[in-house]
Structure formats: structure tokens, C-alpha cells
């Protein structure tokens, strides 16, 4: 009888596409579930189901502790939710391959939380239960994600929690966390290094920050700043707190011109169009002009789509995006084959009352697959989707490939909860 009255009072939506269908939460009311309901996050591909996951709902009590069992009092506290159990269908089902992470032990992840929220309260004196829980959500990943990230950061949970609080002093709640968290994979360091590397120069963690701020440069932008200068990361980090521009130092890969490196896709729920500027062009240093490259081939990757749903199968959380753009173009001065044109198209996004949902991608690496006299300029795109509910965060990474030669695809590693 509860889910029929729930369903009654919500205004749904059935929407179609790419033959897929689900009925979404239109309600003005959070969608909060009771500890111990199930969620779960799934994605599709060629409409075949490559990953779900399901999470279970805990309640977040006065001391930090956790609890699955339902409570007359649990619709007033904080509800977070820990990885229960991971579906992959059997190679080569899915056709794509998946690295995802494991549940942890109940009790790693309680123990975990709890540290976590003390360590809050210890930052934060006068926060509240329910302040610390926003604020472990607002780190922009899961329980999981979180705890494998500390235990690899080389930091005293203090101290880790102190840089990632120290981010909002500069750059608000712009999803910087999960900036940050992607610079440090994607360069390989840990936070101590980055850290210990700062104080090494003469410099600090407030510094940079500051620094980066003044310039309007985000993580994203350093990542790719410094993938292409060529340089260790102290030689990196020296150039860029100081007067010389780090850009000066980018090397021209081979002949290879990337016009940019890093774009939004999904904005608070809204897709970001290629009219906003949201599209890169892979061409020669010899002509950065797309107007003189012709005979461009239009493409698109196959198309991903992800959602959150809640038990009774309302969804809170939906997107369709692909790579697409043009390539296969040529210019009449000297040989290649190159894109003029790479942008994701979004069909769709959706994200519920309550829910926020945000999307960016970048480029990790630049290459040749082809000879120095006909260049096939492939690029590596990581796209990044995060889903935000009341203090839970689901992180899901997808990695393309757009080829001058070839097109567009999705056949490379997706990284979920990453």
C-alpha cells in the first residue's frame, strides 16, 4: 500500500530513448528511503546492462554511528549509503571491460565513517550530526571510494581532512573535491607528496590554492597543464607559482594540436552544448584553422547510459551521453587525417528533487597512430558523471577514444566508483 499511496501523490514521467524506458521521481519532496532500503546505480551500453551496483541506506545517528535497522526516528536523521553488492554480466556479454571497486567489510566502512565524522567534529566544533553528514557528502565520493583514498594518502585523517576543507575557502562547492581527487590519480601522487612537494619549493597548500584561484584555473586544468609539460612535478609546480607560464613549456606532441583540453558536459543537471564552447578540434600545429581541413567524416561512439534508481524503481538519476564530432578531414597542404570537431552529445539528463547532477570530461593522453608523414592523432577522453543526493555521492568515470583515423568508440576500460 505504501509504494502505490507514494506513487499516487508523485507526478511521474515515462520517457524512450535508445529504446530504453524507466519512470522518473517528479515530486517537490526529498525521495528519502528508510535505513536498510536498497538504491541502486546502472549502466547500459548498446541496451545491454554492462554494471549495476546496490547500495543499502544507512541512518547516521548523534554519535556518528551507523545503522541499517528502520527506526521511528529515521526519516529525521542523515541517511548514507555503503556498496552492498556488484552485478557484472560474463565477458563477453558486456563487451566493454569494467574495473570497479569491492564492498568493503561492515565493519571497515562503519569504523571508517565514524573516524571520518569525529575528525569533522573536531575540525567543525560547533557542527552538528546532521552538518559533519553534509559535509562527508559534499567530498564528492563514496564511502568506499573515500576510504581507499585515505589509507593511500600518506596523511593523518586531520590532515586530510584539513586539505580537502581548505578548498573551500577558494573555490566554494564547484565540485572541487572531486577535481582534486582525479589530478592526484591521474598524476599518480599521493596527498603527502603533493604536499611535501609544495613545502619543498618554498611554497604551501593555501598557496597554490590561492594561486589557482586568482588565475580561474581549476584541478582539470592543472592535470592537463602538466601532463603536457614534460616536466617532474616540482619543475611543474615551480614555474606555475611563479611569474612564467606554464604554458610556455608545452611541448607540440609530434605535430598535434589539441585546441582544448577540458569541458563540462552536464551542468546541474543541464547538458552543456557544443554552442557553449564545449568541443575540442584535434589538428596539425602546421594549421590550427578547422575551416581549411575538408571531407570531415561525421561519428559518434556508442552511447552510454547511466541512472539511479530507488526500490520501487523510481529513477532520480538519468543520462544518455556518447562521444561524437567529426573526423577522417584532411587538409590540401600536408598529409593526416584529423578531427575537427570532438564534443559529447548528452540526449538526455535528469536528476530528481533533492538529487544534483554534474558531468565534465578531460583529456588524459595524446597520440600518434599513424606514421610522421600521415598523422592519426587519437586522443583519451575521461568522462566523469557525479550524482549528489542529501549526503550521498555516487562517482562513475567512462573512458573514449576519438581517432582521426577511425572514429569514435567506447571500447576502452570504464572506471566506476573511481
Sequence with gaps: MVRYRFLALA??????????????????EDRSARAGELLYVSVEMKGKTILEKTYRHY?????GDLSRIPAANNAALPQITLLESVYLPPPPANGVQVKVLEPLPLDTARGFYKALWTAYGEY??????????RQIGDLDASIETLYREYQGSGLAMKDWVAMYENLERY????????????????SRISHHVLLSTLTQIGTSWDELLKTMANRKVGFIDLYNDFARSKLTLDLFLRNFMGVQSTRSLFADN?????AKFAWEIIKDGKPMTTADGAYTTVLSTKDTSYENYGNAIHGTSDKIHYRVHDLVGLTLVESHFSLEGYYGAVNPNFGGSWLPSVAFLVDDAFAAFSWTLNAGASITSTANTGTVAEPKPEIEVIAKIQANGWFRSYSDSFTF???????FRTDGVTSVDH
Design 124 to 133: 567543525y566544533p560547533d557542527m552538528t550530526s546532521e552538518q559533519r553528514a
Design 401 to 407: 577514444y576519438a581517432n582521426g583515423a577511425t572514429g
Design 171 to 186: 573555490f566554494g562547492s564547484d565540485a572541487i573535491e572531486g577535481q582534486l581527487r582525479d589530478f592526484l590519480e591521474r
Design 59 to 63: 541512518a547516521v545517528d548523534e554519535a
Design 254 to 258: 609530434a605535430g598535434i594540436d589539441v
Design 11 to 28: 507526478v511521474v514521467t515515462t520517457i524512450g530513448l535508445t529504446g530504453c524506458y524507466s519512470t522518473r521521481y517528479e515530486g517537490v
